[in-house]
């Protein structure tokens, strides 16, 4: 009897009760999104940097987990020295030039890569033959509208589109390293340098080898560099993540208890008449906290629901980022709907089992 007492008051109201369910879905959406493009954008950097074939990385001095670009670049003078190391087997460097947002081209020895890695598998076309050749993976090239023969320009330089390859390997724009080089500005130096060894198993080794030589801290087995990619280790992208989710909690609130507190206004005759016949002050306040439960749930789940349509959306947005579904986050955002909800709703449910019947009855 309770519970359907509770429905008939939520579809009493059907606007506010949906507005407040859709206020409560974005803020789930919000942080969902949010979670899933911090994992998914991490995880896909991490599954790059493995596709290279590489056992150890030196990265120059200065440079972020998430990005390796710098101010202070190394010079390709390293790659005899990394060759004449014990182990290492085959050294190949690349240059990374930002373009827009979260793109950038990457210039690399397409035949140095190729014995380390096994080369791109292309999806049409091939590697660059000419200076001005460039080759995209698949989902740049979708959200470009990109194929083997278009031309794009890029860094002020047109390209010609060579080959488009299946992505998750290195990185979504490649060129020739020595016109990167030129075309950066930086001839003779390197964003970051791959070493393959005859025995991945030494790899931790040898990067601590090189950087007592290098006199250098950024140089990384290939398995400790992945370990990285954690958000945990991105102490600005954690802090920004719960910058967000206390943004949406804070909507969620304000929606709740807009809507709590005008149900309550609205139902003060209501409220005055179940207590006339017996009703305690805890089932009012039960009818409204399970209302409010319900409008969490709904509300969750709903978010849940167009976390899909962002993912969907974002692969067509132009820039590297990706939106992985995050199941065990999805737990954790319903407790803070929930707990948000709960909390927008205490001061209506006070004034609700503050009301006097008397005054409650006359109430028009």
């Known amino acids: 009897m309770l519970n359907k007492l509770i429905f008939a008051n939520l579809t009493h109201r059907p606007i506010r009760t949906l507005l407040s369910v859709l206020a409560i879905a974005v803020e789930v959406t919000m942080i969902l999104t949010l979670v899933g493009v911090s994992y998914g954008t991490l995880d896909s950097s991490a599954d790059r940097a493995r596709g290279v074939g590489a056992d150890v990385i030196v990265r120059p001095p200065g440079t972020s987990v998430i990005s ?10 390293y790659l005899p020295l990394l060759m004449h190391q014990p182990h290492v087997v085959l ?28 080369g791109f598998t292309y999806l049409s076309g091939s590697d660059p033959v000419n200076d001005n050749d460039m080759i995209v993976d698949e989902y740049y090239a979708r959200q470009k509208h990109l194929q083997v023969g278009s031309r794009i320009n890029l860094l002020n330089h047109d390209w010609n589109i060579s080959g488009v390859y299946q ?21 003779g130096y390197l964003t970051q340098i791959y070493a393959k060894l005859d025995d991945p198993k030494l790899a931790q080794q040898v990067a601590d080898d090189l950087k007592v030589q290098l006199n250098d801290d950024q140089v990384y087995s290939m398995d400790a560099l992945v370990s990285l990619y954690s958000i945990n280790n991105i102490g600005m992208l954690k802090d920004f993540i719960w910058v967000v989710i206390t943004i949406a909690v804070i909507v969620g609130f304000i929606v709740v208890f807009m809507a709590m507190y005008t149900a309550v206004l609205e139902r003060t005759r209501e409220i005055g008449i179940i207590k006339a016949v017996g009703g305690s002050s805890g089932l009012v306040l039960n009818i409204l906290l399970r209302e409010t439960v319900l409008l969490a749930l709904f509300g969750t789940a709903l978010g849940i629901v167009l976390t899909y349509g962002a993912q969907a959306l974002m692969k067509y947005y132009p820039g590297n980022l990706v939106q992985e579904t ?3 986050w999805w737990p954790i955002t319903a407790g803070i709907a929930i707990v948000g909800a709960l909390l927008g709703s205490i001061v ?7 009301q006097d019947v008397t005054e409650a009855l006359s109430y028009e």
Not at 167 to 184: D, F, H, N, T, Y
């Open 91 to 118: 050294a190949t460097g690349t240059v990374i030039q930002s373009i827009s947002g979260f793109d950038s081209v990457t210039g690399l020895d397409f035949a140095g890569f190729k014995q380390m890695s096994g």
């Open 326 to 328: 995050v199941y065990y």
């Open 167 to 187: 992505g998750g390997k290195l990185a979504r724009i490649c060129v020739k390293l020595p016109v990167l080089q030129e075309v950066s500005g930086r001839p």
């Open 68 to 77: 390796a670009l710098s101010a202070s670049p190394l010079s390709d003078k």
């Open 348 to 354: 209506p449910a006070y004034k609700a089992i503050q």
